[in-house]
């Protein structure tokens, strides 16, 4: 049974720097496809990054060049690191993991999904 478990969110201006964490207690970490995807009030849940089990990543072109995605498999953690934050990416942010094949930012993709952690820039 795999278990998310997200931190690091807050309030931030606009401008400013934020790293969300995700660790994962379960198995089969490694071998899993696992992202980020946040949802704002009234709007569909949305991916804005991804990486595979072969640490290859994949961002929305709504993050691209501001946010980064990583991992620590010795620590079992997911990161995303995000910078140059605007108000638009006011949202509530979640981390999901799944063992299928393939591996993009498609939530009906995605087995495992954590409580989510707010992100509020002003």
């Known amino acids: 049974h795999v278990q998310l478990v997200e931190s690091g969110g807050g309030s931030v201006q606009a401008g400013g720097s934020l790293r969300l964490s995700c660790s994962e207690s379960g198995e089969l970490f490694r071998s899993y496809c696992k992202g980020w995807f946040r949802q704002a009030p009234g709007q569909e849940r949305e991916g804005i990054a991804v990486i595979s089990s072969e640490g290859r990543t994949t961002y929305a072109d709504s993050v691209a060049g501001r946010f980064s995605i990583s991992k620590d498999n010795a620590k079992n953690t997911l990161y995303l690191e995000m910078n140059s934050l605007k108000s638009e990416d006011t949202a509530m942010y979640y981390c999901?993991?799944?063992?299928?094949w393939g591996c993009g930012p498609v939530v009906a993709d995605f087995e495992y999904w954590g409580q989510g952690t707010q992100v509020t820039v002003s």
């Open positions: 999901a993991a799944h063992g299928s």
